[in-house]
């Protein structure tokens, strides 16, 4: 049941995977089963952290479970629940130092209690921790131990996050030959276990990768591929964003028809399920930038880009606003890994994708108020 609930939350029907916890919960708390409740209960929160806007809810099951595990004389489901909390809690900036050592504590637990599946979690969750802060090779160096141990002990279900998260950071550092190998690695795994879910979220990272190559016709080949699975399984968030790169790709091969048929699909998709704007979804202003660009409508392009990041823009004073305390620490002196840590938050959400959109705007600008000779061939945009 906590699996299935699991599946349908990376298919996107948390509403569904939901549903199924509360029912796994109730059954297990009637079989008096601690471990089955506990991973129940962890499940629920880990769905909440994408989140956030449930967060007492959460802290509630985290509760309960500290007192499962006394109850039941359980270590193990203490240190899953500091695990989690840890999660939880490295967002707010005064609860982040206390979150890591709650992180550090869970893995001493792990250890002692000889739980190779949640050791190598800790290993991976640190990782991305320190993924956020920028330290890549140290996270880098986590990820690969825990891929070690979830390779030894077969632990294919986690292994799968933990060989995207290699990638992905192979990809930021630029290393795209050994971020396309162990993004093909996932595929393989994906297909070993007829996993079409897992299948086509590495088609669209392999497509991302190859994209920075320059290898537009095969990445153009891996997004198709990816929507081909996708499509006929539901549509969700992930076909808007395998539209959005997929229309990118054309750009790049100047087939601006089906870059804009493309991009057309993800925004109509992203306001059926969502009836409003998100993270990430500039990319579909950028495509239109671009596209209205290559076409020579230059000023169609900057009210187009201006009206992506004007949106964007409103969604962080939104963010900050919901979350005061983000906003009392950004003012305060803070240096090193200190500051690092209490801006966690806001460095996943105003990434660099945002950065290099900010840049786009103010090139087309600069580029408007300079150009007074025939529109140019537009190469160096489509990067």
């Given at each position: 049941?906590?699996?299935?609930?699991?599946?349908d939350?990376?298919?996107g029907?948390?509403s569904?995977a939901?549903?199924?916890?509360?029912k796994?919960?109730?059954?297990s708390k009637?079989?008096?089963?601690?471990?089955?409740?506990a991973?129940?209960?962890?499940?629920?929160?880990?769905?909440e952290?994408?989140?956030?806007d449930q967060?007492?809810?959460?802290?509630?099951h985290l509760?309960?479970?500290?007192?499962?595990?006394k109850k039941?004389k359980m270590?193990?489901?203490?240190?899953?629940?500091?695990?989690?909390r840890?999660?939880?809690?490295?967002d707010?900036?005064?609860?982040?130092?206390?979150?890591?050592k709650?992180?550090?504590h869970?893995?001493?637990?792990?250890?002692s209690?000889?739980?190779?599946?949640?050791?190598?979690?800790?290993?991976?969750?640190?990782?991305?921790?320190?993924?956020?802060?920028?330290?890549?090779?140290e996270?880098l160096?986590?990820?690969?131990k825990?891929?070690?141990?979830?390779?030894?002990?077969?632990?294919?279900?986690?292994?799968?996050?933990?060989?995207?998260?290699?990638?992905?950071?192979?990809?930021?550092i630029?290393?795209?030959?050994?971020?396309?190998?162990?993004?093909?690695e996932?595929?393989?795994?994906?297909?070993?276990?007829?996993?079409?879910?897992?299948?086509?979220?590495?088609k669209n990272?392999?497509?991302?990768i190859?994209?920075?190559?320059?290898k537009?016709?095969?990445a153009?080949?891996?997004?198709k591929?990816?929507?081909?699975?996708?499509?006929?399984?539901?549509?969700n968030?992930?076909?808007?964003?395998?539209?959005a790169n997929?229309?990118?790709a054309?750009?790049?091969?100047?087939d601006?028809?089906?870059?804009?048929?493309?991009?057309?699909?993800?925004?109509?998709?992203?306001?059926?399920?969502?009836?409003?704007?998100?993270?990430?979804?500039?990319?579909?202003f950028?495509?239109?930038a671009?596209i209205?660009?290559?076409?020579?409508?230059?000023?169609?392009?900057?009210?187009?880009?201006?009206?992506?990041?004007?949106?964007?823009?409103?969604?962080i004073?939104?963010?900050?606003?919901?979350?005061?305390?983000?906003m009392?620490?950004?003012?305060m002196?803070?240096k090193?890994?200190?500051?690092?840590?209490?801006?966690l938050?806001?460095t996943?959400?105003?990434?660099?994708?945002?950065?290099?959109?900010?840049?786009?705007?103010?090139?087309?600008?600069?580029?408007k108020k300079?150009?007074t000779?025939?529109?140019?061939?537009?190469?160096?945009f489509?990067s």
């Amino acid at each position: 049941m906590i699996e299935q609930a699991r599946l349908d939350w990376l298919s996107g029907m948390d509403s569904l995977a939901y549903a199924k916890l509360e029912k796994a919960i109730i059954d297990s708390k009637k079989l008096n089963y601690a471990m089955g409740e506990a991973n129940a209960r962890s499940q629920w929160v880990r769905i909440e952290m994408d989140y956030q806007d449930q967060e007492p809810l959460a802290q509630r099951h985290l509760d309960t479970m500290f007192q499962l595990a006394k109850k039941a004389k359980m270590p193990l489901i203490e240190g899953i629940a500091l695990f989690r909390r840890a999660q939880i809690d490295y967002d707010f900036p005064e609860r982040y130092e206390n979150a890591m050592k709650m992180l550090h504590h869970s893995n001493e637990i792990f250890k002692s209690e000889g739980n190779k599946q949640w050791e190598a979690l800790y290993y991976s969750e640190y990782g991305s921790v320190l993924t956020y802060k920028g330290q890549y090779y140290e996270a880098l160096d986590l990820l690969l131990k825990a891929k070690k141990i979830q390779d030894k002990y077969q632990l294919v279900s986690n292994l799968k996050s933990t060989i995207s998260s290699i990638a992905n950071i192979y990809l930021m550092i630029k290393k795209y030959d050994l971020a396309l190998k162990f993004s093909n690695e996932g595929e393989h795994l994906a297909d070993s276990l007829n996993d079409l879910n897992t299948k086509v979220f590495y088609k669209n990272q392999k497509g991302v990768i190859l994209n920075k190559q320059f290898k537009f016709k095969a990445a153009i080949t891996q997004f198709k591929g990816g929507i081909s699975i996708q499509e006929p399984m539901g549509k969700n968030q992930r076909l808007v964003s395998m539209y959005a790169n997929l229309a990118d790709a054309y750009i790049k091969t100047n087939d601006l028809d089906s870059s804009q048929k493309y991009n057309d699909l993800a925004k109509t998709l992203h306001k059926k399920l969502t009836g409003e704007q998100s993270w990430g979804f500039h990319t579909v202003f950028i495509n239109d930038a671009k596209i209205a660009l290559l076409k020579g409508k230059l000023s169609e392009a900057i009210k187009i880009a201006n009206f992506g990041l004007t949106i964007l823009e409103n969604l962080i004073l939104h963010f900050l606003l919901k979350r005061k305390n983000i906003m009392r620490s950004c003012q305060m002196p803070m240096k090193g890994t200190e500051k690092a840590g209490k801006l966690l938050k806001i460095t996943r959400i105003i990434n660099d994708g945002l950065i290099r959109y900010i840049i786009r705007i103010s090139i087309l600008s600069y580029w408007k108020k300079l150009t007074t000779m025939k529109f140019p061939k537009m190469n160096k945009f489509q990067s």
